[in-house]
C-alpha cells in the first residue's frame, strides 16, 4: 500500500512569493488533514477535510492560507503571500475517516521563506 | 483552550538505560496517541490509549493513560539507538480535534 505523498520536499521562497504544496493521500482515505510545523513544536492543524469538504479551518489564517480538495482525493495547500513565520514544516495527513483512525503522515514540505 | 505539555523537552541517555516522558494537560481527552518522529519524516503512530488507567505494551515500550484521561506517560526500557527520535502525544477532544504536544527529542547515544 503506498502511503501518503507530498511535493516538493523542499521549497526556498522570498517573502511576499506565493507557493502551494501538494498531497495526495493514501487510497480510500476519506479524511486528509493539513498540519504545519514549526522547528521544535508540534504539528499544529490548518485544515481538515472529509471527502471534499472542509470539517475544520479555525487555525488556518485564511487571508494567506487557502486549501482545496476538489474531487475528494489529492489536495493542495497554498500561501500567498508568504511571510517570514510561515518557515516550517508543511505535513500532510490521511485517515479512513472521522473517529479514533489511525493518521497516516507524509514525509512534509519543508518552506524556508527568506 | 486545550493545551498538552511534554517533558522533558531534551533527552540525552546512554544505550541500555531506562526512561519516561510524560504528557500533561489540564483537559479531558477522549483518547490520546504517541507519535514517533524521525528526522525529514512525518510523525508514525505508535499506540491509541483510550480508557483512564489504560496500560499498553509495545516491545519495549510502555504506554499509560492517567485515571482521569488528562495525561500519558510513555516508559522505554534498555533504550537503543533505534529509539531515538522526537515523542509527540496527540489528544482528541470531545470535538474530535486532535491537538499535539510540542514533544520530548531523545537522543540515545550507543
Known amino acids: 500500500e503506498a502511503g501518503v505523498a507530498q511535493s516538493p520536499r523542499y521549497k526556498i521562497i522570498e517573502k511576499r512569493q506565493s507557493v502551494a504544496f501538494w498531497c495526495n493521500p493514501i487510497s480510500g482515505h476519506a479524511t486528509l488533514y493539513w498540519y504545519q510545523q514549526i522547528l521544535g513544536q508540534g504539528p499544529k492543524l490548518l485544515i481538515q477535510?472529509?471527502?471534499?469538504?472542509?470539517?475544520?479551518d479555525s487555525q488556518l489564517p485564511k487571508d494567506r492560507f487557502s486549501a482545496e480538495r476538489l474531487k475528494g482525493v489529492d489536495s493542495t495547500l497554498k500561501i500567498q503571500p508568504a511571510k517570514l513565520e510561515d518557515s516550517a514544516v508543511y505535513l500532510c495527513a490521511s485517515s479512513r475517516g472521522l473517529g479514533n483512525y489511525e493518521q497516516y503522515f507524509g514525509p512534509g514540505t519543508r518552506l524556508t521563506v527568506t | 483552550t486545550q493545551l498538552l505539555e511534554q517533558s522533558p523537552q531534551f533527552l540525552s541517555i546512554q544505550e541500555g538505560e531506562n526512561l519516561t516522558v510524560y504528557c500533561n494537560s489540564s483537559?479531558?481527552?477522549?483518547?490520546l496517541q504517541w507519535y514517533r518522529q524521525e528526522p525529514g519524516e512525518g510523525p508514525v503512530l505508535l499506540v491509541t490509549v483510550v480508557t483512564g488507567g489504560e496500560v499498553k505494551k509495545l516491545k519495549r515500550l510502555t504506554f499509560q493513560f492517567g485515571d482521569a484521561r488528562k495525561d500519558s506517560s510513555l516508559h522505554i526500557t534498555a533504550a537503543q539507538p533505534g529509539d531515538t527520535g522526537l515523542y509527540l502525544c496527540a489528544g482528541k477532544t470531545s470535538y474530535d480535534k486532535v491537538i499535539f504536544g510540542p514533544g520530548t527529542s531523545l537522543s540515545v547515544i550507543p
Open positions: 483537559s479531558v481527552f477522549s483518547s
Open positions: 477535510f472529509q471527502n471534499n469538504g472542509v470539517v475544520d
